[in-house]
């Protein structure tokens, strides 16, 4: 529990620090040199600091999204299964890390982001796509903190067992929404940093409405999967037979089979005594 609430002061600082930067961005943007781009050695050209952003953000995406959907289908198999090696609980552990760093990174390139479009094209920041995306990275950055500090403890207590076993319902219900949100978040802003065709065209309200209602959906049928495992679960332990295990009682036992040798009659005819001397005798 120390571990989870030190996990939880990390990020929370963490947020409040990307918070912080996320408002003063633009503002110290205008101290920057209008030419945003980093020399590099003859004969190479100079390579714009927006690359370097977008290759940064592509890293974060790819540890967070991976990460992520890698934690996703450990949990749906945990939950059909019924129980999960013991030593995945500590990778289950380092990669909800690298899945932290991932978010790290989308900050940071994002404010970085945010100051180049202050310098060189002072009108993207009135695009409505970055005002929805940074509310759903926000929802995703608080909805980890929430996962870290009030679901993991207690559902990583011990990965060989049912997932949700000793877990109370106020728990399990988080745990269920979180990892909607979750999921559904990831793909939401990995779907509104490709899709150029939204910039400018669709309101911040909308995108957030579709991304709600997705969230909404994803949480009841997450709920749905796990109400069918528990009735699959108590079907299958009302039909399977319990195994009789009393001593059988010798007096009741059948008797035995005859021996194959004994079912054939075997007869001796023993040779006169005169028989033997003449035989003998030859």
């Not at 953000?57 to 890698?70: N, W, Y």
């Not at 970055?130 to 759903?136: E, M, N, R, Y």
């Not at 728990?171 to 979750?182: D, M, N, R």
């Not at 065709?197 to 994803?218: C, F, I, Q």
């Amino acid at each position: 529990m120390a571990a989870a609430s030190s996990q939880f002061l990390k990020t929370a600082s963490l947020v409040l620090i990307l918070t912080v930067l996320f408002g003063i961005g633009p503002a110290a943007a205008d101290t920057l040199p209008k030419v945003m781009s980093l020399p590099l050695p003859a004969p190479f050209p100079p390579i714009r600091l927006l690359t370097l952003l977008v290759g940064l953000h592509l890293i974060g995406l790819c540890f967070g999204l991976g990460g992520a959907t890698m934690l996703d289908f450990w949990i749906l198999r945990w939950m059909r299964w019924g129980g999960l090696p013991p030593e995945i609980a500590r990778t289950f552990l380092f990669v909800s890390k690298v899945v932290s760093v991932g978010i790290a990174l989308l900050w940071l390139s994002g404010l970085g982001f945010l100051a180049v479009y202050a310098v060189e094209s002072p009108e993207k920041l009135a695009n409505p796509k970055i005002v929805a995306k940074f509310v759903i990275v926000l929802a995703l950055t608080i909805n980890g903190l929430l996962i870290h500090a009030l679901v993991l403890p207690s559902v990583l207590r011990d990965v060989s067992r049912p997932m949700f076993e000793g877990v109370s319902h106020t728990s399990t219900a988080v745990f269920l929404v979180s990892g909607a949100i979750s999921g559904v978040s990831w793909y939401a802003a990995f779907a509104l940093g490709l899709m150029r065709e939204l910039n400018g065209r669709v309101s911040a309200g909308l995108l957030l409405t579709l991304w709600m209602a997705a969230v909404v959906v994803a949480s009841v049928a997450a709920f749905a999967f796990w109400q069918s495992l528990l009735a699959r679960s108590a079907r299958g332990a009302m039909a399977e037979p319990s195994p009789d295990l009393r001593p059988l009682d010798f007096g009741d036992a059948p008797p035995p089979p005859p021996h194959p040798m004994r079912a054939v009659p075997m007869t001796f005819t023993p040779i006169p005594q005169s028989r033997i001397v003449l035989l003998g005798r030859r």
